[in-house]
């Protein structure tokens, strides 16, 4: 009887997949499946197959509980039946999916680059047919294909494919995303549970009934499976036995009623890292002791698999599992070593099973493993090189390699974003080194794990490591001890003297790579280091400006000040990455870039990379980065008088904060103090933005402190706090009162005028200041000017300055200090209307984002590949966005996004 035939007691959740499919002529979407085993999700997506029928092409993937699965298998399986379409990918594309799925060699493709090779591949097929795509057991799929199935997962909302996943609980994955879709599939009610059982075991005794459904606890697959194996509830302390050991029993016992034959093929498909029928026949017959050819007929019969054409799979993940249990040490390697003779011409598959067959140490087979490592990493699957070179240094014989594989495993883990796994093989580092070169390895090590704890103490420590590493002759080694001292002088200690220690000491190891040296001077220094680090970066060949250099160069330039030169830097950085399909880099790089872009008064350009950031940080794990670009959207919002969504943004962003990084909380106090200070609210922005100042506030930053001088005198003169922000002026560090940084000497500037109770010459002073690259402060210091000049009854002069403000903050879009200045006019006997509002302001981040690339001339599919999402998804946008505009082409839209560049 089929499972689409008892799937009883799930109206709601096919509700749900009708919706999708329903829709999926105009646009798709996804559902993750979650659940307990055996609670009937392979059973939904059965249903949603045949609900499916025809109207759709139906690609299949399904995990597999094996010791291993190769990078991008679980992918290539759902996706081999359309990959003749790949013929209209671009040249990128195809061979982004050639080199992944191992059909040729190349340059390695980034993992996201292949997920959107895949996704352009299922657009192409969808165009002749809609596309239903089921992934099985999502938890056990390799983690290459899990990361590029939640990347589809996210985008095809606009076109015609929908994705179904199933996924166990208390298991991790990347399509448990937020950001996806899910239902939990909850066990089934009691006359649900009734009906599933009647109708599979009619006429059962009323007393085994009871228990049956007692024991079942709403569970279909028990529901199901249990009936076979009524007898066993009279066993000793079976109602002891946990659900799924009772399930596996259930299915150990049939499993036992079939002959030698049919069970080799059995375990060996249990085994097995692909579902093809002739491998697992062959290397059954490998094991054979009989004359009789192993069949599958007999299990097929026993409803333990099923076979459809050329492959096979099991009825469900337990029977495997109990299969797997079952299996002694010796029957497991005979079954690995039948099946890596079968494959001896797929070297690549046939490897994992000589290494599962394999007994004690073995240096060939070690290094082999390393080098499909190696081949991993170039396919962007590195959490299967994590296993690669895991497994590798099991069977290395020299303890040395041993140690030297297992030291790349664990940084490869913790740069892949595998903590879990970096520390486990972290720990197994530590057992293996000693003194030396190991032994500081294991700190570099320990520093990837922590790099928040330790105090100022740790930095010296970390500077005494570098220059053990030296010693040694590892300078690359030594060159990571020196940046992560500054990068915590940075994030935990800005300003205080360890950080110039930091930059003596790399100067003392005579450090030659120029954006190192600008790293330090910023992070250990950066009140005084501008002007050096700009040299640094003219030393930098433009030729020599890839995309992680160029990130590097900007990061020291924003951490010194330099906004203008990080702003350049960040969006040369950012349309590298693009286009090399680094999703990991791209988050942080716009990341950055938003917040140059916000502090220069480009608001559009950095609420777009913002938004973005926020979803690739979130994508690509990155809560730091992703907390931070939630805090520069949320700046802007309370510019722009958006109190409501800036006040989300930065509870969204202190919720990503669980370490207390002193950088998300300072500019979370930056954000809160816009918000108070849009709104009328000074005495609360005054107080946020004086605990900047605090060495014993968690949220002490003298960097941002003196980034936000200028806001923090305006709310002192607004709430009558002007004596306290003189004082904390007063107070300031020499060398941050001798800043060199552009920033700082505005903000000072700044705020020296505001504070000085309208003393001409101090304002002044900081007018004669160049703030082109300042426009919002620049308005700001008209406006206080004006109110000044009008309160001591000057008012003609004061409306020159008041109408410069107003029409300055309409064209930054500060909405609530333009309605200020518009009073202050009125009050100076000047009319001053609201402006109209303006349509463009309806618009999402990314549809301006997209119009902003429709200016430039770009097609929809350069822009999808621009933004890592599908040509039919940037068509839906254009499709909604001319009516809110009132427009009819692309001509329009040019024009009409021209006019809104700042």
């Not at 050329?310 to 797997?324: C, K, T, Y």
Request: proline share 5%; aromatic share 6%.
């Amino acid at each position: 009887m089929s499972a689409q035939h008892f799937l009883v007691g799930r109206a709601p959740e096919q509700a749900t997949i009708c919706g999708l499919l329903d829709r999926a002529t105009e646009g798709g979407g996804a559902l993750v499946l979650r659940g307990t085993p055996g609670v009937g999700k392979s059973a939904l997506l059965d249903w949603a197959a045949g609900t499916a029928g025809d109207k759709f092409r139906v690609l299949r993937t399904v995990g597999s509980v094996t010791e291993f699965g190769l990078p991008y298998a679980a992918l290539h399986q759902v996706m081999r039946s359309i990959l003749g379409h790949r013929n209209r990918l671009t040249p990128k594309y195809r061979r982004a999916l050639e080199v992944a799925f191992g059909r040729a060699p190349g340059a390695p493709p980034d993992l996201y680059t292949v997920a959107m090779a895949a996704l352009e591949l299922l657009v192409e097929a969808a165009a002749e047919r809609p596309i239903l795509l089921l992934a099985d057991d999502a938890q056990w799929m390799d983690l290459a294909s899990q990361q590029a199935l939640a990347f589809l997962a996210r985008r095809v909302t606009a076109d015609r494919v929908v994705l179904l996943a199933t996924h166990r609980d208390n298991e991790p994955g990347p399509l448990l995303d937020a950001a996806i879709p899910a239902v939990e599939l909850a066990p089934l009610d009691a006359d649900s549970a009734a009906v599933l059982l009647d109708g599979v075991a009619g006429g059962l005794d009323p007393k085994v009934r009871s228990l049956l459904l007692e024991a079942a606890c709403g569970n279909p697959l028990a529901l199901l499976e249990l009936p076979r194996a009524v007898g066993g509830y009279y066993g000793a302390n079976t109602d002891r036995l946990p659900l799924t050991a009772r399930l596996e029993n259930s299915f150990l016992t049939r499993i036992g009623e079939l002959d030698v034959a049919g069970t080799t093929v059995l375990e060996v498909a249990a085994l097995s890292d692909a579902d093809d029928v002739a491998e697992i026949v062959a290397a059954a017959e490998l094991l054979s002791e009989s004359d009789n050819p192993p069949s599958l007929d007999p299990a097929v019969s026993a409803g333990l698999i099923v076979v459809d054409g050329g492959s096979v799979r099991f009825r469900h993940p337990l029977i495997r599992s109990a299969i797997l249990q079952r299996l002694g040490p010796d029957r497991r390697r005979g079954c690995h070593a039948a099946l890596a003779r079968v494959l001896v011409d797929r070297p690549e598959r046939s490897v994992w099973h000589r290494a599962g067959a394999a007994l004690r140490p073995d240096a060939a087979l070690a290094a082999e493993l390393e080098l499909r490592a190696e081949q991993a990493i170039e396919r962007g699957a590195q959490a299967f090189a994590v296993r690669a070179l895991e497994r590798a240094a099991q069977l290395s014989v020299d303890r040395a390699d041993r140690a030297a594989r297992t030291y790349r495993a664990v940084v490869l883990a913790y740069t892949a974003g595998q903590p879990e796994a970096g520390e486990r093989l972290r720990r197994h580092h530590r057992d293996l080194v000693e003194t030396g070169h190991d032994g500081l390895r294991q700190e570099w090590l320990n520093e990837l794990a922590d790099g928040e704890h330790g105090g100022e103490q740790r930095i010296h420590t970390l500077l005494d490591f570098a220059e053990r590493a030296t010693v040694l002759g590892d300078d690359t080694l030594a060159t990571d001890f020196l940046r992560a001292a500054a990068l915590r002088c940075w994030n935990l200690w800005p300003g205080r003297p360890v950080g110039r220690q930091v930059i003596a000491a790399g100067e003392r190891l005579a450090v030659a790579d120029l954006p190192t040296r600008a790293q330090l001077l910023a992070y250990g220094s950066p009140f005084d280091s501008d002007e050096t680090i700009r040299t640094l970066i003219d030393r930098v060949p433009p030729a020599a400006r890839d995309a992680a250099t160029a990130y590097r160069l900007a990061h020291a330039a924003a951490c010194a000040g330099a906004f203008d030169v990080s702003e350049g830097l960040l969006t040369a950085a950012a349309e590298r990455t693009r286009s090399e399909g680094h999703l990991h880099t791209l988050g942080r790089t716009l990341s950055l870039l938003a917040w140059s872009a916000m502090r220069r008064g480009s608001w559009s350009h950095a609420v777009v990379a913002a938004e973005e950031s926020t979803r690739l940080c979130a994508e690509t794990r990155q809560p730091f980065w992703e907390a931070a670009s939630l805090v520069a959207h949320a700046m802007v919002a309370a510019f722009r008088g958006d109190f409501t969504t800036a006040e989300d943004l930065v509870a969204a962003a202190e919720h990503l904060n669980p370490r207390r990084f002193a950088t998300i909380d300072a500019v979370a106090l930056l954000a809160r103090a816009a918000i108070a200070s849009g709104q009328g609210r000074y005495e609360p922005a005054f107080t946020s933005l004086a605990r900047l100042h605090d060495p014993a506030d968690s949220a002490y930053h003298p960097a941002h402190a003196l980034w936000s001088l200028a806001s923090l005198a305006e709310a002192a003169v607004a709430c009558g706090q002007v004596a306290a922000a003189r004082s904390l002026l007063e107070r300031l560090p020499a060398e941050v009162r001798a800043t060199t940084s552009p920033a700082g000497r505005m903000n000072l500037a700044v705020a020296r005028a505001v504070l000085a109770d309208g003393d001409e010459p101090s304002f002044a002073d900081a007018m004669a200041m160049d703030l082109t690259m300042w426009p919002y402060e620049r308005y700001r210091l008209l406006f206080t000017y004006g109110m000044a000049l009008r309160r001591r009854r000057r008012v003609r002069e004061s409306r020159d300055h008041l109408r410069s403000a107003r029409d300055g903050f309409d064209s930054l879009g500060a909405h609530p200090l333009a309605e200020r200045a518009r009073t202050e006019l009125r009050a100076a006997g000047e009319r001053s209307d609201s402006p109209a509002t303006d349509v463009w302001e309806t618009l999402s981040p990314q549809e301006i984002q997209i119009a902003s690339m429709v200016a430039r001339g770009l097609t929809n599919r350069d822009i999808a590949k621009s933004l890592f999402i599908s040509h039919r998804t940037v068509g839906s946008h254009l499709y909604r966005m001319f009516p809110k505009l009132g427009i009819t082409s692309r001509g329009d839209l040019r024009r009409i996004a021209a006019e809104h560049e700042r």
